[in-house]
């Protein structure tokens, strides 16, 4: 059985690329102190959150999400300022580009965006789609599909990488894509997961040489 041919290589976020080292939960934790919950169930207002830009939540929340957002805005700095890129990262995108179409698809709210830019990480990416600019959230077939309109080659040449079974490993099947799971956790050993973008590249560097190798 031939190996598969990967020509785009779509990448989750959080947890896979970048990791919050201080997590602080700041969304839940003004969720938690509002009066009301901002009159909204806690499964909705998360959905807000991650798919809305944050001058919109200002418009559409009562006065005291604002209140309480600027109440609390140090502990939401603190946890931005703790984010880093897990140590292989840069290396290996740098390396990956070389061969392959770069994506990534995050959930994630609007200022947890900051972090992508200030490491640099968009120079690696021909685009990036963020759930909170998008209104949609993976694992939705229409965030994947974005990727697939920019793209042109066969869904199972997709392959996506990510820490999320349900938002990016199941959302991948739904498409037909090829996928990946990063695991990073110590419990990880011994699974069928990857452990890091370092064990990604060697993957993908014996898969390419195997495919190359293939007589056409």
Known sequence: ????????LVFDLYSTLIHIKTPRRFFVNIYKQSSNGFGV?????MDMVMTKDLKLLFDMFPEEFYTLYQEHQSALEKELASVSVYHEVHKVLEKL????DLYLISNLATPYKQPFYDNRL????????F????G???PDPKIFKLVEDQVACKAHEILMIGDSLKSDIEGAKSMDWSFLRIDRSEESYGTDSLKNLKELEVLLEANRQATSAVPS
Do not use: D, G, R, W
Request: aromatic share 22%.
């Open 122 to 129: 968009q120079t690696y990416f021909k685009q990036s789609f």
């Open 136 to 138: 949609i959230t993976k």
């Open 97 to 100: 580009k070389e061969h392959y």
């Open 1 to 8: 059985m031939n190996k598969p041919t990967y020509k785009v």
């Open 41 to 45: 169930e806690f499964a909705q207002y």
């Open 131 to 134: 759930s909170c600019n998008l």
